[in-house]
């Protein structure tokens, strides 16, 4: 059974002007999207900026996700690392925070072999009762999980279920379906080609523009199963030059500006990451009328 099917949230991670974690805006952006159809919260992932938060602020981040979430979703903790131990300990650690699952992204930086990936999600595995889905995004790490390699995890390790695919290649992604004999649930980790995903099996996406959207994101992906696959189109291209915007600097730079345009919570982002550029938020803040997130 999938960890969840339809749309998860890579929620952001508010900071107040202090930079410290604002968790009055976390526990509303939480709320906004349970009451909007959200399917499953990602939390300290990418778009919550968890390469910035020490161990402390990280498990902290996860406790208060799935306190608040209190079993409405399930809550999916990132806990990779470049460390196969800190992975470990950091997926130990949300297990015991009452996490549903983990995502755990390939070691970034000093990268691995395609047998050191087996040898790292084996090592992570074998301490976690947590089901576990791989987050492949070579565009990031460097590192790229080989369909083939993915296939060997699947069958040999009981925990592993799923796989993030960011790669942006379908091509990848239907080999991931051939060499897994479809035995893996896939994510969509690009927001542009959900409908796309979803003809190849995919379970559903992991979703930087549900932060803003996310009912129609999660509408995305019910269209599409219920069989209504020209509206699960029609939503995809609704929202697509909004997901360009999310995505014309660096992720969360545009997306937490879009929460602060929304009044969901302050757009503090910790270095390095910058404030966005005036030319960006305005493209932003136009995709976002045009869709009716924001009023003219």
């Not at 997926?91 to 395609?114: C, I």
């Not at 995305?220 to 999310?246: D, M, P, T, W």
Request: proline share 4%.
């Amino acid at each position: 059974m999938a960890v969840f099917t339809g749309a998860g949230v890579a929620i952001a991670t508010p900071f107040d002007e202090n930079y410290n974690i604002d968790y009055e805006a976390f526990g509303k952006l939480i709320d906004f999207q349970v009451e909007n159809k959200t399917d499953a919260i990602v939390v300290c992932g990418t778009t919550g900026e968890a390469s910035t938060l020490n161990h402390e602020e990280h498990i902290a981040a996860i406790r208060y996700c799935v306190n608040r979430v209190n079993k409405r979703v399930p809550v999916i903790a990132g806990t990779g690392s470049n460390c196969s131990r800190t992975a470990s300990w950091l997926t130990r650690q949300a297990e015991m925070a009452g996490a549903d699952a983990a995502l755990v992204v390939t070691p970034y930086y000093n990268k691995a072999t395609q047998n050191g990936l087996i040898d790292h999600y084996s090592y992570i595995a074998r301490h976690t009762n947590l089901p576990m889905i791989l987050y492949n995004v070579p565009s990031r790490t460097g590192c790229k999980i080989e369909s083939a390699t993915m296939a060997n995890l699947v069958k040999t390790v009981d925990n592993i279920v799923g796989i993030k695919d960011a790669t942006g290649d379908v091509t990848y992604t239907a080999q991931l379906m051939y060499d897994t004999q479809g035995d893996i649930d896939v994510y969509s980790g690009n927001d542009d080609m959900i409908v796309p995903m979803l003809s190849l099996g995919a379970k559903g996406v992991i979703s930087v523009l549900s932060n803003v959207a996310p009912e129609d994101t999660h509408n995305i992906c019910a269209e599409y199963f219920a069989g209504n696959v020209e509206k699960s189109r029609e939503l995809q291209i609704k929202y697509l030059e909004l997901i360009h915007a999310l995505f014309c600097e660096v992720n969360p730079i545009p997306v937490k500006k879009a929460l602060e345009l929304m009044g969901i919570c302050g757009g503090h982002l910790r270095r390095p990451l910058s404030e966005m550029e005036p030319e960006h938020t305005a493209r932003l803040k136009k995709a976002m009328i045009e869709v009716g997130i924001l009023s003219e």
